[in-house]
């Protein structure tokens, strides 16, 4: 078997007209080749989604057989993906999942990156990040509302609401780094996103997440003082590598309001280039000598949190986006690495403790016009909430779609099951044209456990508990999701998070309504009840004022 690159483009069938034995599997056929759309993924030849290595099968011969196993499935089977490769189907019954999926799994004294590259190399092992080897990103608008919030919350707390007249600096403009551009401009702020690789600015520019692009720091730094002192806002993709351009910043005295980054640092082989390297040098380093290849990486990360550090010092607010880059540092002797906080603690927890996530849909049938349609009913279902009602208008507006055409909005415990109804009943009766897929990132209230990300800084101190994105995933498959995945090492990188995913397909029929019923319960459930359990007091109070039953806390 080989990971070699493969030029075929895949994309996924549109239309009514079914290419496997039911809509569920047809779901996941075509939310899997929906992974790896070339409008989608970053690099789909090698099978590559986001997120450094981010996959959505192991091999081209395992992308091949998962096809042809989704295409023979019957509607009371169930197909097993160990690491992206279909090993079984088994007979189950009909409202079980069915596919299920383990990705990048590692017993825990083994579980680095080290091992998992041997096995990768060997061929037993994938890394699927979070929704890509769970068959559900849906391009950078996944993650944009939630970049989104982030920023918005940010305005809130330090700049009155509002991020007008401000200069952000971050670095990473791939898959999920490159929503920034554009959540930081729907903030009406200004920033600044620098990528080593000018073709991913140049993706996002042409996906219409970032304005324009230079090469010079100085010309940046002129386009994003102009623009922030005429209160306009803009977002400028600077060619360049961070841990040569924050130091550099810091010389010619710039220092930015906000700083952050979304560099692939989870993974210091693949997602990370070394200062010094050009992207060629890079390359012909990573596959000469890698060990070397991590070294020079590493330090060059110590480098860049230094400089994050530095700006903090000087005035900037700072914090970690998700990419472990403060460990990174830290074990490369940055004792103050964890000075700066991640964006959970600092800006997202009070919405987990409400069960408040990335909810997400997209539309089988490929025609925007049924997400436009349901554009339409969340603004009606929830028009008391004039945030969320914002936010469906400015992504009607400003984002384009990329491979089947879907919609992301936080909502939380209720609304998600009230919403997944709606959208089951528009199926059944023609309203849409074809069946919703109805899912959201591992990177939710209650499925995950990844302490120095969505589960930092936990009140009780249990930050590092794994049994939570188990028991998300476990009663996930008990309430009959359509497909139910737990991967390891995603966001983070390998060592440092477990989580889980779900799936659930709006097809219309009678058995549709009940699973989407359970699903949309249990699974926002568990980010109350998580977070319930460590003493959030809001999570405590919403899983008393919704009813949610936990034996230990009384009502
Ligand atoms: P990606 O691999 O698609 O993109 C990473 C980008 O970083 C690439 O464009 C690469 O060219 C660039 N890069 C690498 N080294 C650089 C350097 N030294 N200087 C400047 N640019 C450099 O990854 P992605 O999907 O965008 O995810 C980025 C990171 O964010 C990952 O670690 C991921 O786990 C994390 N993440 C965070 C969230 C969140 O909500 N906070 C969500 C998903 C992912």
């Known amino acids: 078997m080989s990971n070699e690159s493969n030029p075929r483009e895949v994309r996924a069938p549109r239309g009514t007209v079914l290419n496997t034995k039911g809509w569920v599997q047809e779901a996941a056929l075509r939310m899997l080749m929906n992974n790896l759309d070339p409008d989608v993924a970053e690099h789909p030849d090698k099978l590559v989604v986001y997120g450094g290595i981010g996959k959505a099968a192991r091999n081209w011969e395992s992308f091949d057989a998962i096809v042809k196993a989704l295409k023979n499935l019957e509607e009371d089977e169930t197909l097993l993906i160990q690491s992206g490769k279909p090993v079984a189907v088994f007979r189950t019954h009909k409202h079980s999942p069915r596919v299920l999926l383990a990705n990048s799994n ?70 999920m780094g490159g ?94 280039l070394p200062a010094g390297y050009t992207l060629e040098q890079g390359r012909k380093l990573r596959e000469e000598n890698p060990e070397q290849y991590v070294k020079l990486s590493k330090s060059s990360m110590a480098v860049h949190v230094e400089a994050m550090l530095e700006m903090k010092k000087l005035g900037s607010i700072v914090f970690d986006y998700g990419n472990n880059i403060r460990q990174v540092a830290f074990d490369e002797g940055v004792s103050n690495a964890f000075d700066f906080p991640g964006f959970v603690p600092a800006y997202i927890r009070p919405q987990f403790c409400e069960g408040k996530g990335p909810f997400r849909w997209a539309a089988l049938s490929g025609d925007p016009e049924d997400i436009y349609k349901l554009d339409e009913v969340v603004m009606k279902t929830f028009a008391h909430n004039e945030h969320l009602c914002k936010w469906i208008r400015m992504a009607k507006e400003k984002i384009a779609f990329q491979g089947l055409p879907a919609r992301i909005c936080w909502l939380g415990y209720g609304e998600r099951a009230q919403f997944g109804k709606i959208i089951n009943d528009m199926v059944a ?28 800084a936990m009140r009780d101190g249990s930050d590092a508990v794994a049994d939570w994105p188990i028991l998300n995933a476990l009663v996930n ?63 405590i109070e919403t899983a008393r004022n919704k009813g949610i039953r936990m034996p230990m806390i009384a009502k």
């Open 179 to 272: 929503a920034q551009p554009l959540s930081v401009t729907l903030n009406d702020g200004v920033v600044i996103g620098i990528d080593v690789d000018a073709t991913r600015i140049q993706k996002r520019i042409d996906s219409r997440y970032l304005d324009q692009v230079v090469d010079s720091l100085d010309e940046a730094i002129a386009l994003a003082k102009e623009a922030a002192s005429e209160g306009r806002s803009l977002s400028i993709g600077l060619v360049g590598n961070a841990a040569e351009v924050l130091p550099a910043m810091i010389g010619k005295a710039f220092i930015p309001d906000i700083v952050t980054d979304q560099t692939s640092a989870h993974d210091p082989l693949n997602g990370y």
């Open 477 to 539: 498959v008990s309430a009959g999701a359509s497909w139910v995945s737990v991967h390891h090492g995603g966001g983070v990188g390998m060592g440092y998070s477990m989580h889980a995913g779900m799936v659930v397909v709006a097809d219309g029929t009678k058995e549709a309504e009940e699973r989407l019923e359970r699903v949309l319960t249990t699974d926002p459930g568990m980010g109350v009840v998580r977070h319930a359990d460590a003493g959030y007091d809001l999570a």
């Open 429 to 456: 009766t023609g309203e849409l044209k074809a069946p919703i897929v109805i899912g959201r990132d591992h990177l939710d209230a209650g499925s995950v456990a990844s302490p120095n990300r969505e589960t930092e």
């Open 106 to 175: 590692l017993v825990p004294a083994f579980a680095n990156w080290e091992k998992f590259h041997e096995l990768d190399k060997k061929g037993l092992m994938m890394y699927g990040q979070m929704t890509a080897g769970s068959w559900i990103y849906i391009g950078s608008q996944g993650i944009v509302q939630g970049t989104y919030e982030t920023f918005a919350e940010l305005a809130r707390q330090h700049f009155g609401g509002s991020l007008k007249g401000t200069i952000t600096v971050t670095a990473g403009m791939g898959g």
